[in-house]
């Protein structure tokens, strides 16, 4: 089975061709990936009119790349995927157009995927982790915990009220002058940094559930850069992007806690997997804390390798794949959708041949 995948949600231009191959090692065939950092690094944030108009500049190009370093054509192709939401609506209406465009031609069944169950499954392209299993997804664009229950069959336990993990790091770095994306950058100066010279608040902290709420952070760490004066040193960015690392990784902590007290209260033995990711997952700090936490509870751990953490195309040709064996096409008239929460899915209407 051979599935084209796109992706085109945020700031990178992604394609790839997956195949259900037995080894994890030998499923991506290909992938082509454009990111478009450069374009937005001048606004310290994506602009989404820039990147609806790089995908549509560079996706043509990309989809023509994979398949010619897969060493196919379109005509081999069981099914093409692209993500149909949520994201950025310019840049999710191109790569979907695109995918109904080669489905109509090759006439080949269309795959319309949520870009989160793409995160939700990159797991199991890389690693094969059975269902059930408890899933952080912490990216610049969401913060949630999820229980993968199956293919399609997603809960969502809680989730972010205000701001994502990855919006707090590129905020914070944003006010200490650092480059976007923030994350890569915040980690790197923390490692410099004195983690305890600043107290910031812990939001939801020791409170029931496993809600987040960021948007208090990026006040205080503003607060805190004030009181070190006008000119604040080297050593203040440092020690303060230690502060508010440690911070945020407590809170993911502690919020992680509850969500495996509620999975395990609703999969007993069987909820034993944890797995996390998502652009932050690709903080060491986190995949720390996050080995320790899952051991100290009898789970395993899994991170899927970092390139499929980012948003990529392999994700959603993968997520492709897993809706396709399962006979889960969609038509051409698939909507593409700024908002589209994971567990709404459960609700959608089950497709003609669904064997689960
Ligand atoms: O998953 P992703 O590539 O795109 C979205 O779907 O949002 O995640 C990008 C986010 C950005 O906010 C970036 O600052 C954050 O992931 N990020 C990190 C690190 N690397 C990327 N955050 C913390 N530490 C990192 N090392
Ligand atoms: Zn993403």
């Given at each position: 089975?051979?599935?084209?995948?796109?992706?085109?949600?945020?700031?990178?231009?992604?394609?790839?061709?997956?195949?259900?191959?037995?080894?994890?090692?030998?499923?991506?065939?290909?992938?082509?990936?454009?990111?478009?950092?450069r374009e937005h690094a001048p606004y310290g944030?994506?602009v989404?009119?820039i990147?609806?108009?790089?995908?549509?500049?560079?996706?043509?190009?990309?989809?023509?790349?994979?398949?010619?370093?897969?060493?196919?054509?379109?005509?081999?192709?069981?099914?093409?995927?692209?993500?149909?939401?949520?994201?950025?609506?310019?840049?999710?209406?191109?790569?979907?157009?695109?995918?109904?465009?080669?489905?109509?031609?090759?006439?080949?069944?269309?795959?319309?995927?949520?870009?989160?169950?793409?995160?939700?499954?990159?797991?199991?392209?890389?690693?094969?982790?059975?269902?059930?299993?408890?899933?952080?997804?912490?990216?610049?664009?969401?913060?949630?915990?999820?229980?993968?229950?199956?293919?399609?069959?997603?809960?969502?336990?809680?989730?972010?009220?205000?701001?994502?993990?990855?919006?707090?790091?590129?905020?914070?770095?944003?006010?200490?002058?650092?480059?976007y994306?923030?994350?890569?950058?915040?980690?790197?100066?923390?490692?410099?940094?004195?983690?305890?010279?600043?107290?910031?608040?812990?939001?939801?902290?020791?409170?029931?559930?496993?809600?987040?709420?960021?948007?208090?952070?990026?006040?205080?760490?503003?607060?805190?850069?004030?009181?070190?004066?006008?000119?604040?040193?080297?050593?203040?960015?440092?020690?303060?992007?230690?502060?508010?690392?440690?911070?945020?990784?407590?809170?993911?902590?502690?919020?992680?806690?509850?969500?495996?007290?509620?999975?395990?209260?609703?999969?007993?033995?069987?909820?034993?997997?944890?797995?996390?990711?998502?652009?932050?997952?690709?903080?060491?700090?986190?995949?720390?804390?996050?080995?320790?936490?899952?051991?100290?509870?009898?789970?395993?751990?899994?991170?899927?390798?970092?390139?499929?953490?980012?948003?990529?195309?392999?994700?959603?040709?993968?997520?492709?794949?897993?809706?396709?064996?399962?006979?889960?096409?969609?038509?051409?008239?698939?909507?593409?959708?700024?908002?589209?929460?994971?567990?709404?899915?459960?609700?959608?209407?089950?497709?003609?041949?669904?064997?689960?």
């Amino acid at each position: 089975m051979r599935v084209l995948g796109i992706e085109t949600s945020c700031d990178e231009t992604a394609c790839a061709v997956v195949t259900d191959a037995a080894d994890p090692a030998r499923r991506i065939v290909s992938h082509s990936l454009f990111s478009q950092l450069r374009e937005h690094a001048p606004y310290g944030g994506v602009v989404p009119e820039i990147a609806s108009r790089a995908h549509i500049e560079h996706l043509d190009g990309l989809v023509a790349e994979s398949l010619r370093t897969a060493g196919m054509k379109l005509g081999d192709l069981d099914a093409i995927a692209a993500t149909a939401g949520p994201g950025l609506i310019g840049g999710v209406m191109v790569g979907l157009t695109t995918a109904k465009t080669l489905a109509y031609a090759t006439n080949k069944p269309l795959i319309a995927v949520n870009h989160l169950e793409g995160h939700a499954l990159s797991v199991r392209l890389s690693d094969d982790v059975p269902f059930p299993y408890l899933l952080l997804l912490v990216s610049g664009g969401h913060c949630q915990f999820l229980v993968v229950e199956a293919v399609g069959r997603y809960r969502r336990l809680g989730t972010t009220i205000d701001d994502a993990a990855g919006e707090a790091f590129d905020k914070t770095a944003k006010l200490l002058g650092l480059g976007y994306p923030g994350g890569p950058a915040i980690e790197r100066l923390a490692k410099q940094g004195n983690a305890t010279r600043f107290n910031l608040p812990l939001p939801l902290k020791g409170k029931p559930g496993c809600d987040f709420s960021f948007s208090g952070l990026k006040t205080a760490v503003r607060l805190a850069l004030e009181s070190c004066g006008a000119n604040p040193s080297d050593q203040d960015k440092a020690d303060l992007a230690a502060s508010f690392q440690r911070t945020v990784m407590a809170v993911i902590l502690d919020r992680a806690k509850n969500a495996i007290a509620l999975f395990g209260e609703s999969h007993g033995a069987s909820g034993k997997h944890f797995v996390v990711a998502g652009g932050v997952a690709a903080n060491a700090v986190l995949r720390a804390g996050l080995v320790d936490l899952s051991a100290q509870h009898g789970m395993t751990f899994t991170a899927p390798p970092m390139a499929l953490c980012t948003d990529n195309g392999a994700m959603i040709a993968w997520a492709g794949l897993e809706r396709f064996r399962l006979g889960m096409i969609d038509d051409l008239e698939a909507p593409a959708r700024a908002r589209w929460p994971l567990d709404a899915m459960a609700a959608a209407k089950p497709f003609a041949g669904a064997k689960a």
